[in-house]
């Protein structure tokens, strides 16, 4: 699983000019699926974006609270290309990234486990061709990922 987490201000998603989520300060998430990706994946990727201590406390410039601490808001948008693959050719193999229906499925799973934070959690909608508003504070943006084990 990839997740790109940035720090925002605000952050929109639009499908066919119609925004279909918007938050206010919080986290925008670009979520990549794998094949291989678990429940126990969702629940690792959830935890470390929710605790993640990315905003500064108050009159602090350091990196002492996570979305939680602030009552933040996230923006959960699926993006397959995370997967892209390009070490050959010119154009990216998505070969690693899960298959729609199961991509789907793990997605909706980790957008229930944000919620349960009790935090705002607004999306865009999985399959659809969105375009994405982002104002970055700091900016601040971090690439988690988390590969499934063998089992």
């Known amino acids: 699983m990839r997740v790109i987490l940035q720090r925002v201000q605000a952050s929109q998603v639009s499908v066919a000019g ?3 989520g918007r938050i206010g300060r919080g986290l925008n998430l670009l979520v990549g ?3 291989s990706d678990t429940l126990a994946e969702l629940e690792w990727m ?6 993640l201590r990315i905003f500064p406390s108050e009159g602090r410039d350091r990196f002492d609270a996570s ?3 602030i009552g933040g ?4 948008i699926s993006q397959f290309t995370l997967y892209g693959d390009c070490r050959k050719g010119r154009r990216p193999s998505f070969d690693q990234a899960a298959v729609p229906a199961k991509a789907e499925a793990l997605y909706e799973q980790f957008v229930a486990l944000l919620k349960e934070s ?3 959690v607004e999306t865009g909608r999985f399959g659809a061709m969105m375009q994405v508003a982002i104002e970055n504070d700091g900016p601040v943006t971090i690439v988690l990922e988390r590969e499934a084990t063998a089992s």
Not at 46 to 51: G, I, P, Q
Not at 73 to 76: A, I, K, Q, S, W
Request: proline share 0%; net charge negative; glycine share 4%.
């Open 118 to 120: 009790g935090l705002v």
């Open 46 to 51: 959830a935890r470390k974006c929710l605790e």
């Open 67 to 69: 979305v939680q601490d």
């Open 73 to 76: 808001e996230l923006l959960v």
């Open 33 to 35: 699926i794998a094949e």
């Open 18 to 20: 119609e925004v279909v």
